[in-house]
């Protein structure tokens, strides 16, 4: 079955930047999606398409891709941005969804 | 503003089939292009897409949990309900339903999503 790769955490001090990598086979012909998740929250939707950011996500998100590789890049991290982040896309036959493994973010 | 809730059993025992119902609003299910999503996340563990509905009954589901899964809606309620048979406590999570939102070339995601329900599974 399809699989999206995510390393398991990231750290960054605060006003740092933050990346975080989702890789899989089919990234170059499907799109990416990524949501954050704090404990007790339901998920929020940080950026679709790759690299659209939805209307009251802050500048700061910003998402970017190249071959098999979709990147996450937060900006000027803040403690409030400490939460867990899934990547989403679709198998190259676009008949199911897979999320990744998720990346824990820390900010120091 | 669209809104989902889920509601159901918090506790299913093994073997036993789960119910969820999605209650939907600020949207109408049976609109072209809609559709609702279920994902379910373990304690401590990733999230796992587990199926959608679009708005003309199509469905879709996760390969490895497809024999045990099936997803239906009651327009007239505005209501989404999954089904999954043979429940383990492997099955423990809090499930979701999400509103699919989809662009002009059919591309879609999940925005937004209900605040989630957890089930337990246990005798």
């Known amino acids: 079955s399809y699989e999206l790769t995510q390393p398991p955490s990231v750290s960054v001090s605060p006003g740092q930047t933050a990346r975080i990598t989702c890789s899989g086979d089919a990234l170059p012909n499907q799109y990416a999606y990524w949501y954050q998740v704090k404990p007790g929250q339901a998920p929020v939707l940080v950026i679709y398409k790759d690299t659209e950011r939805p209307s009251g996500i802050p500048e700061r998100f910003s998402g970017s891709s190249s071959g098999t590789t979709v990147t996450l890049t937060i900006i000027g991290v803040q403690a409030g941005d400490e939460a867990d982040y899934y990547c989403r896309s679709a198998d190259s036959s676009v008949t199911y969804d897979v999320f990744g493994g998720g990346t824990k973010l820390s900010v120091l | 503003q669209i809104t989902l809730k889920e509601s159901g059993p918090t506790l299913v025992k093994p073997t036993q089939t789960l119910t969820l119902t999605c209650t939907c609003s600020g949207f109408s299910l049976s609109a072209t292009g809609e559709g609702v999503g279920w994902i379910r996340q373990p304690p401590g563990r990733a999230l796992e897409w587990l199926a959608l509905?679009?708005?003309?009954?199509?469905?879709r589901y996760s390969p490895s949990l497809r024999s045990r899964l099936a997803v239906t809606q009651d327009t007239s309620k505005n209501q989404v309900v999954l089904t999954m048979t043979n429940m383990d406590p492997v099955d423990t999570a809090t499930y979701y339903c999400a509103h699919r939102r989809v662009d002009s070339n059919g591309y879609y995601w999940f925005d937004p999503w209900g605040q989630g329900t957890l089930v337990t599974v246990s005798s």
């Open positions: 509905i679009y708005w003309d009954d199509d469905t």
